[in-house]
């Protein structure tokens, strides 16, 4: 079994944007910022937010955090929005969920343009990854994924792939991804029957539901590539949806958790920061 470690290949892509951000500000006097709007005090959307926001520092991104009250109304975060959209200090947004019950997330994000759309959530870049088309900002989960795989020099090509799991956060986009990567992928969800059946053909499972051990030993083949980017917070302990102790001695690669594709989500966040920021100097 081989590990995957989501912390060093993370670290390793946050030098590069660091040097990449350091190279465009000494050639284009460009600076990069991206604007993080959160309604409410959600303590795990907290933790998030101070995360991103460290993250952006460590890199050179400047970061602006717009906090609103819990009831804040429809009226005024689409004001909110809409203003930083059409500020051009501002090369990447994005709106931190789950928001408060009486906001519609969905006409939130649809305010959001594609090229600053650094979650990678909105209807334009989503259709951009269907297409396949390689300027679509990246859903940041699933682009850490690809990149995990392509460091640790995981053939993709001609591959089984399942994925578990069809949220429009992760299962969806990753399943697009490995497409575009020529695998033959299927998505399973709640209400797949036989799903045992269906993990066991595969070369690559990527676990992305959110219910703890979901994925058991006796459901991998041997030599699978095991992906697991769920987190289940049980007792005070943090456990993937694979059975990690279990899966690794079948496993050819497989991720931990914490520790695997965590801190790749973020780090994506910074590279499509990075990506929006860069492009928009080919328009100014």
Do not use: W
């Not at 040097?19 to 709007?37: N, P, Q």
């Not at 989960?141 to 591959?159: E, F, R, S």
């Not at 949220?167 to 399973?188: E, Y």
Request: with cysteine; hydrophobic share 40%.
């Amino acid at each position: 079994m081989n590990l995957i470690d989501g912390k060093l290949v993370a670290s390793e892509i946050r030098k590069e944007i660091a040097e990449k951000i350091a190279d465009a500000k000494t050639r284009y006097g460009k600076s990069f910022r991206l604007t993080v709007i959160i309604a409410g005090n959600d303590p795990a959307s907290e933790i998030y937010v101070r995360n991103k926001a460290k993250a952006c520092e460590e890199v050179g991104i400047e970061s602006e955090t717009v906090r609103l009250p819990k009831d804040v109304a429809q009226t005024e975060i689409s004001r909110i929005i809409k203003e930083k959209v059409s500020d051009p200090r501002v090369d990447g947004i994005l709106i931190q969920l789950p928001l408060p019950e009486h906001l519609d997330a969905d006409k939130l994000l649809a305010l959001i343009p594609a090229e600053k759309d650094v979650d990678g959530f909105s209807d334009g870049n989503v259709a951009k990854l269907t297409r396949g088309d390689s300027d679509a900002l990246l859903s940041c989960t699933p682009h850490g994924i690809i990149k995990l795989l392509d460091y640790y020099g995981i053939p993709l090509a001609g591959k089984r792939a399942v994925v578990i799991g069809r949220s429009n956060i992760v299962g969806k986009p990753m399943a697009f991804l490995l497409l575009g990567r020529d695998c033959t992928v299927t998505i399973c969800h709640s209400k797949t029957k036989d799903l045992k059946e269906i993990t066991k053909t595969a070369d690559v499972i990527v676990c992305a539901v959110g219910k703890k051990h979901i994925l058991t030993a006796d459901m991998v083949k041997d030599g699978a590539v095991v992906v697991d980017a769920g987190i289940n917070r049980v007792d005070g302990k943090i456990y993937g949806d694979a059975d990690f102790e279990n899966v690794s001695k079948v496993a050819s690669y497989i991720t931990p958790v914490p520790g695997g594709v965590g801190p790749m989500t973020i780090t994506m966040l910074l590279y499509n920061t990075y990506t929006a920021g860069i492009r928009k100097l080919k328009y100014e």
